[in-house]
């Protein structure tokens, strides 16, 4: 999995590339975890992810808790077959989500 990371101000967007399971979540969990202090929000772009398991959702839930205190996170980009795993898991009512335009 390839992870694009920037920073627009306080907001840290992230856009991973491929899919997030058991073996990429590592990953996406590492970039998550390098927001400092600083990082008032979380964006994470879902354009270039086809499939998400519970390991990446679990991800998903603990930038979400650790931004709690904060502006929260975002998930942008979020495609059809990814919005039915959140809608599914519960995620969907949960979270900010932004659905791709073409879904």
């Avoid at 650790?66 to 969907?92: C, H, P, S, W």
């Amino acid at each position: 999995m390839q992870i694009d990371v920037r920073k627009d101000g306080s907001k840290l967007i992230i856009a991973p590339k491929g899919n997030i399971d058991y073996v990429t979540a590592p990953e996406l969990d590492a970039e998550v975890s390098k927001a400092g202090d600083d990082v008032r929000s979380i964006e994470i772009d879902m354009s270039g992810v086809p499939y998400i398991s519970s390991a990446g959702l679990r991800v998903i839930l603990n930038a979400d808790e650790m931004m709690q205190d904060r502006d929260g996170i975002k998930l942008t980009g979020v495609n059809n077959d990814v919005r039915a795993i959140l809608e599914m898991t519960g995620f969907y009512d949960m979270l900010d989500i932004e659905r791709c335009a073409a879904s």
